[in-house]
């Protein structure tokens, strides 16, 4: 069982930068894949970044590439995502989730992640 706690959201201005944070309670965190998933009033809830569980590997959406950074500390149980250069398209709920994949290193689809925390909202004004 994995609890996921978000924080750092807020209201920032076009180009301004964010760092968001999970915390996990759970001594078996580092079993687990993490990833970040957002979603805007009206649309479906999108991937935006992936971490396996040794932080090893990741994978970033399309319209993130370049801008935001997932890391891990797996001996603190945090995870987090350095968002850059932020865009009024980048205002969302934000979610992080968790999921043991077993063989493979992470899953980019909502539906593999066993575990979910409350959101933290991230508005960017133009």
């Known amino acids: 069982q994995v609890q996921l706690v978000e924080s750092g959201g807020g209201l920032v201005q076009a180009g301004d930068s964010l760092r968001l944070s999970c915390a996990a309670s759970g001594r078996t965190f580092s079993s687990y894949a993490v990833g970040w998933f957002r979603q805007a009033p009206g649309k479906k809830r999108e991937l935006v970044t992936v971490?396996?569980?040794?932080?090893?590997?990741?994978y970033y959406a399309d319209p993130v590439k370049g801008r935001f950074t997932i890391s891990r500390e797996n001996a603190k149980n945090m995870v987090y995502l350095q968002m850059n250069s932020l865009k009024p398209e980048d205002t969302a709920a934000y979610y992080c989730a968790a999921g043991d994949f077993n063989s493979r290193l992470y899953s980019v689809r909502d539906t593999d992640y066993d575990y979910w925390g409350q959101g933290t909202q991230v508005t960017v004004s133009s």
């Open positions: 971490i396996s569980r040794a932080g090893l590997s990741t």
